[in-house]
């Protein structure tokens, strides 16, 4: 097993990652970044584009950034968070012009255009601005599990390195978790590495999560391909495979009408036909990533009908994740950060999904200030302490059966697990079209997975495979439970069960546990 010491170990490749390890090391923190992939081309932004919640600090644009999102979300949010989303937000995209270089374009009036990203080029910079900051990255080494000290505080991290062949281990005075949220290997654009593993990682160490009732997004995408760019839906016309329009089908408020169509077996066809030539030409400068695929089908999606389907995007779209406590998203376990997909986004977006843009401001604000209060905690422990610490592992399923040595297991073991997994979580009429009876009966089955993966005792190679099954039936099991607490429609976690808005839930749900799942309510602060 190779060591490393650190001050500040990130987990994770993204955006939050990398402006973690970014902050960390400019706070004089050493720091290692351990990624599942290779940094800089890993993770959702990496494969595409995003839009970014850039508002220039104008009071009234201001005003209406933070309105426009607080109906959807069912009053979730906390304007104080939204305020300080936005203030670091507009700081880190100006930083990133400047200091970055990273090319933005300019409108007609010869301003720069800075609401929006190119995924490959930003994280390509930040890369770069990582190394240059002296961080030191361990690509193709997926973190297996936390370790923690005597008092039950995080002191870094232990993981497998892909290409070496090799167990390594990182001890650290603090951990960033910013591993993104969880798609279930949907097969949605850029989402293989999120699986989960940041909120199992947390709940080991006695971590909390919120929000996961907020996780049923399931994303528009041209049938048989993996791009679910959704905000250009918003131009389109959906038809039924005769021709006919599909009546209450829409990007928003809508694709409950294309998951019931396609539950019947019949297809589902749109066209962008609402977009003019002006809205056109703009779609195609701010997003060229979308229109690749239909270019290499020969598809013009303005005038041309195309068939699509809808791709679970999880907690990666959705906004539940591990619990913040603290305005440096310090969780209620010392030593423990979390930033990006990986922690709520209720603070921003409340249960309403979080798209491209909310997201990329959380990521990097989040990132930001998790990197910094990381490095605050591990200064306050004191130089050498993370070298010197006893430290033990937090891992349990698929690392440490329960009851005696266990049975041996391997990618194959594993795949079969997922495939369970994503029996209950995939289909429109269990996780989208949520009734409780269907949330039961599907909670069941993932409560009997998870014992599955108690029992089993990952090994090489195998042991990454068989954690991301236990991250994946963990997520699962606490999104149906925080779905079944929350007996109503509010945000995005809606019930046909309970169509209507309850104010007596005006709270929010926790959740957390491994053998047994557990949910509390959180009232709102004031």
């Known amino acids: 097993m190779s060591d490393h010491v650190a001050d500040v170990l990130v987990v994770g490749g993204g955006p939050a990652a990398t402006w973690a390890a970014l902050k960390a090391a400019g706070a004089g923190a050493s720091v290692v970044l351990a990624d599942k ?45 939204m305020s300080r989303v936005l203030d670091e937000t507009y700081a880190r995209m100006n ?50 599990e936390l370790l923690t000290d005597a008092d039950g505080a995080v002191a870094g991290a232990a993981g497998y390195r892909r290409q070496a062949g090799d167990p390594y281990r990182v001890r650290a005075g603090a951990v960033v978790l910013a591993t993104g949220g969880c798609a279930f290997l949907s097969g949605a654009l850029g989402t293989n590495t999120n699986t989960g593993d940041g909120a199992l990682f947390a709940a080991e160490t006695g971590a909390e999560l919120s929000g996961m009732e907020f996780s049923n997004s399931y994303g ?12 250009f839906y918003s131009f389109a016309t959906f038809y039924r495979e005769d021709g006919e329009v599909l009546e209450g089908a829409a990007s928003q408020g809508g694709r409950s009408a294309i998951a019931g169509e396609l539950l019947t077996g019949a297809r589902v066809f749109a066209r962008l036909d609402r977009a003019d030539a002006t809205a056109q030409a703009a779609m195609r400068l701010a997003q060229p990533n979308f229109f690749l695929t239909f270019d290499r089908l020969g598809i013009d999606p303005f005038t041309d009908r195309f068939s699509v389907t809808l791709l679970a995007e999880g907690t990666v779209r959705g906004t539940g994740g591990i619990r913040i406590t603290g305005d440096d998203c310090a969780t209620s376990v010392p030593g423990l950060y979390a930033a990006g997909d990986a922690a709520t986004r209720e603070e921003i977006c409340g249960g309403f999904t979080g798209g491209g843009s909310h997201n990329a401001a959380w990521a990097m604000s989040s990132g930001s200030w998790a990197g910094a209060g990381a490095a605050r905690y591990a200064r306050a422990l004191g130089s050498g302490r993370a070298a010197f610490r006893p430290v033990t592992g937090a891992g349990g399923a698929g690392l440490r059966p329960t009851g005696g040595a266990g049975s041996a297991a391997g990618s194959e073991e594993a795949r079969e697990l997922v495939r369970l997994v994503q029996e209950e979580v995939l289909p429109y009429d269990k996780n989208y079209l949520r009734r409780g009876p269907v949330l039961t009966g599907a909670l069941g089955a993932l409560d009997e997975v998870w014992a599955q993966v108690r029992s089993l005792r990952g090994e090489g190679a195998g042991l990454v495979k068989v954690r991301q099954a236990a991250a994946m039936t963990a997520h699962a099991r606490w999104m149906y439970a925080s779905a079944l607490a929350r007996t109503e429609s509010r945000g995005m976690a809606r019930r046909l069960d309970h169509p209507g808005q309850d104010p007596a839930q005006h709270h929010r749900i926790v959740t957390g ?11 709102l602060v004031a």
């Not at 005003?63 to 959807?72: P, T």
């Not at 990273?102 to 995924?119: A, E, S, V």
Request: proline share 9%; hydrophobic share 30%; aromatic share 8%.
């Open 37 to 81: 992939g290779y940094c800089g081309t890993s993770g959702a932004t990496a494969a595409g584009g995003t839009g970014v919640w850039y508002v220039p600090p104008e009071p009234a644009a201001r005003e209406a950034a933070m309105a426009s999102r607080e109906g959807l979300g069912g009053y979730l949010a906390d304007r104080r968070w």
């Open 95 to 144: 930083e990133l012009a400047d200091e970055g270089r990273y090319p933005f374009p300019t409108g007609p009036d010869g301003r720069p255009l800075r609401n929006g990203l190119q995924g490959p080029e930003y994280m390509r910079r930040m890369r770069i601005r990582i190394r240059r900051a002296g961080v030191r990255i361990l690509d193709h080494s997926p973190v297996t």
């Open 513 to 523: 546990g491994l053998d047994r799942v557990w949910t509390r309510p959180a009232e």
């Open 220 to 231: 528009i995408a041209p049938e048989g391909t993996s791009v679910t760019k959704t905000a």
